[in-house]
């Protein structure tokens, strides 16, 4: 089954935003992740905070104005909701270190079966910093991964990561277009598999070893 990008991005940020619970402090990644925002349910409230300093972050609205002042961290005008407050880095990520942040929602370039995490640099690749992901995967209570399930035909979801890790054993779920993955002490649960893919395409596709339950459940969109 073919999904364009934008189509894969959607069901991604879709299922990931029914994660949240009433008043949770959620930290979003650059790139797919800020999308999450926009599918967070209605009856739901929750606040969004962005490394570069503010919490109150809302939806992006292409019909707002910009403000060149007012960006997430990919630098991307966004809009803010009542009461939102901005501060400087260092009391950001004061936030993001205090274990204030409930969940983060971040990209990857490889999560492998143990939890562990790469998405900073590609070897040999121009890097222009690592950004705040070290310490968002320590401090934030729960870590999600949104990523499209393979990269050119290459699994990104491994036995071992075979580029410099973000961090180790962080990870406790992966959300891609094809299924969502929760870590346990025993490995990689399947947790939820969306059923325009079989079971076999979600095995051929992932290089991880993965406990597949007796009843799998169909992702939730």
Same mark, same amino acid.
């Given at each position: 089954?073919?999904?364009?990008?934008?189509?894969?991005?959607?069901?991604?940020?879709?299922?990931?935003?029914?994660?949240?619970? /009433?008043?949770?402090?959620?930290?979003?990644?650059?790139?797919?992740?800020?999308?999450?925002?926009?599918?967070?349910?209605?009856?739901?409230?929750?606040?969004?905070?962005?490394?570069?300093g503010m919490?109150?972050?809302g939806?992006?609205?292409?019909?707002?104005? /910009?403000?060149?002042?007012?960006?997430?961290?990919?630098?991307?005008?966004?809009?803010?909701?009542?009461?939102?407050?901005?501060?400087?880095?260092?009391?950001?990520?004061?936030?993001?270190?205090?274990?204030?942040?409930?969940?983060?929602?971040?990209?990857?370039?490889?999560?492998?079966?143990?939890?562990?995490?790469?998405?900073?640099?590609? &070897?040999?690749?121009?890097?222009?910093?690592?950004?705040?992901?070290?310490?968002?995967?320590?401090?934030?209570?729960?870590?999600?991964?949104?990523?499209?399930?393979?990269?050119?035909?290459? &699994?990104?979801?491994?036995?071992?990561?075979?580029?410099?890790?973000?961090?180790?054993?962080?990870?406790?779920?992966?959300?891609?277009?094809?299924?969502?993955?929760?870590?346990?002490?025993?490995?990689?649960?399947?947790?939820?598999?969306?059923?325009?893919?079989?079971?076999?395409?979600?095995?051929?596709?992932?290089?991880?070893?993965?406990?597949?339950?007796?009843?799998?459940?169909?992702?939730?969109?």
């Amino acid at each position: 089954m073919e999904l364009s990008k934008e189509q894969c991005r959607e069901i991604i940020a879709r299922r990931i935003a029914k994660e949240f619970s /009433e008043g949770d402090v959620i930290t979003l990644g650059i790139g797919l992740p800020t999308e999450v925002a926009n599918y967070i349910p209605h009856d739901i409230h929750v606040i969004f905070q962005s490394e570069n300093g503010m919490l109150g972050v809302g939806h992006r609205d292409l019909a707002a104005p /910009e403000n060149p002042k007012v960006t997430n961290a990919g630098g991307l005008p966004v809009t803010t909701k009542p009461g939102a407050v901005f501060f400087d880095t260092a009391m950001s990520f004061t936030i993001i270190r205090g274990g204030h942040v409930d969940a983060t929602v971040l990209g990857a370039l490889q999560v492998d079966q143990h939890g562990n995490l790469a998405n900073w640099m590609i &070897p040999g690749a121009f890097v222009p910093g690592m950004g705040g992901a070290m310490d968002l995967v320590v401090g934030a209570k729960k870590v999600i991964i949104a990523m499209e399930h393979t990269n050119k035909g290459k &699994p990104r979801i491994v036995k071992n990561c075979t580029i410099p890790l973000t961090a180790e054993a962080e990870v406790d779920m992966i959300v891609t277009e094809r299924c969502v993955l929760e870590r346990t002490e025993q490995g990689l649960l399947l947790k939820e598999i969306n059923p325009m893919f079989s079971l076999d395409d979600i095995l051929r596709s992932t290089d991880a070893d993965l406990i597949i339950p007796q009843e799998l459940q169909q992702l939730a969109g």
